[in-house]
């Protein structure tokens, strides 16, 4: 084995940089070295990582050929590799990389030639960076890469709009420290295991100020030559206002404006789907069908504002004897339907009674001020395993409904 004082004598007078690593830090670069990335000295490389000096565009190469390396006098042919000096300069190394042992330790040696000062090639290397560094400094979304556990590597300075942290703030860290619930990064990397990328891919994140935002995630999977999972490299985007629009116009979609409950459309596809979990898993649930009585009388005499103001607050006293699992919805007019789930027959008709009196017990004032009151008419009933649609609930709960006002109305009516 030749002794490291050897190694040393051999790279103080060789014309062409060397430098050695041990677990990715530089622990040697001899003169040529220290001249080629413009350091002053070697304190300003020794113990830096060698992937700092690595362009971005070439260090995920780099990583790969040097953990294909394996076992001492393992040689990489020469390549040439975008590099970036002490002095934030551009330039170009052909280099080649062996697995040496150094001071005892399983160490990496790399030496290079510098191909900056060819002309053609420099020319291109200028116009390229600087159309890089535009196009990087400028971009709304944030470039970002990880190592195989999840820890940022690299982080593009639209960090700072996004999230408001400085990149070094970031570099370093685990990206699940980011999100609001580690199950979303968990989210993420089951979804680029499976497809090996993710586009607008949702999900949140904590800026600086500890708000949460909406992202959108554009990343791929990487792959060392051995085929290891090796990290992740992609872009991720603030959505908020897009994600805030989106809920808004589902809002709209499924809300009715008037009372702030869900339309008929929305009540039913929702019910649709309890049904049918409900029929799939045998558990019970129950449903009201609500009407107002004379409620046209109160429309005449009061005109549909003052009809609009009852029907409001009917919808916001009944919800208050709701559970947030029960289902509310404003079929047209003045009937609504409630759908409770996991509830039986003593269970709804309780809820039904305590609605019906609540109702009855409130007053309303007219335009003029004086005070009139309300009652309200229900049917109740619940799902049957011979139920073959939902249709066949509404049925029997609008049954209900028109023995209770056909018996005196401010009734609560059960129908089998």
């Not at 309890?274 to 019970?284: A, C, D, L, P, V």
């Not at 609504?336 to 609540?358: G, M, T």
């Not at 004032?365 to 939902?390: C, M, Q």
């Not at 056909?406 to 059960?414: D, E, F, L, P």
Request: a negative charge; charged letters at 25%; proline letters at 3%.
């Amino acid at each position: 084995m030749i002794p490291d004082a050897f190694y040393r004598h051999l790279f103080e007078i060789m014309p062409t940089s060397a430098v050695i690593a041990i677990e990715g830090r530089i622990v040697y670069a001899n003169p040529a070295a220290i001249q080629f990335l413009d350091a002053e000295n070697a304190n300003q490389v020794i113990g830096h990582t060698m992937i700092e000096f690595i362009h971005p565009l070439d260090q995920t190469r780099s990583n790969n050929r040097l953990n294909k390396s394996s076992g001492v006098d393992w040689i990489n042919a020469p390549s040439q590799f975008r590099m970036q000096t002490v002095s934030a300069q551009m330039k170009m190394l052909l280099s080649a990389s062996v697995r040496i042992s150094y001071e005892g330790q399983d160490a990496i040696l790399v030496t290079g030639i510098d191909m900056t000062e060819h002309a053609e090639m420099a020319e291109q290397l200028r116009v390229s960076e600087k159309n890089f560094r535009q196009l990087f400094e400028n971009m709304q979304e944030v470039y970002y890469r990880t190592d195989a556990k999840g820890i940022v590597q690299m982080v593009g300075p639209g960090v700072r709009n996004v999230l408001g942290f400085e990149p070094h703030e970031i570099v370093g860290k685990a990206t699940e420290s980011f999100y609001p619930q580690a199950s979303d990064r968990d989210a993420i990397k089951k979804a680029l295991m499976l497809d090996g990328k993710v586009t607008d891919f949702p999900g949140q994140m904590v800026r600086k100020d500890a708000r949460v935002i909406d992202i959108s995630i554009n990343s791929r999977a990487l792959y060392d030559d051995a085929g290891v999972f090796a990290g992740v490299e992609g872009t991720y985007r603030d959505v908020t206002q897009r994600k805030i629009m989106e809920r808004e116009l589902q809002r709209l979609a499924t809300t009715d404006p008037l009372t702030e409950i869900a339309n008929r459309r929305s009540f039913l596809e929702q019910a649709e789907q309890i049904f049918k979990t409900s029929q799939r898993y045998q558990t019970g649930f129950t449903m009201l069908m609500l009407d107002l009585d004379l409620f046209k009388a109160i429309n005449d005499k009061y005109g549909h504002l003052g009809g609009d103001k009852v029907l409001a607050r009917f919808a916001h006293t009944v919800g208050l004897e709701l559970r947030d699992s029960d289902l509310f919805g404003r079929l047209g007019g003045e009937e609504f339907c409630i759908l409770l789930q996991q509830a039986h027959r003593d269970e709804a008709l309780n809820v039904a009674e305590r609605i019906r009196q609540r109702i009855q017990d409130i007053s309303f004032k007219d335009p003029a001020g004086e005070l009139f009151t309300l009652t309200v008419s229900i049917g109740v009933t619940n799902n049957l395993e011979s139920d073959e649609r939902l249709a066949n609930l509404l049925e029997r709960a609008d049954k209900a409904l028109y023995q209770a006002k056909h018996t005196g109305r401010n009734k609560v009516v059960w129908f089998v």
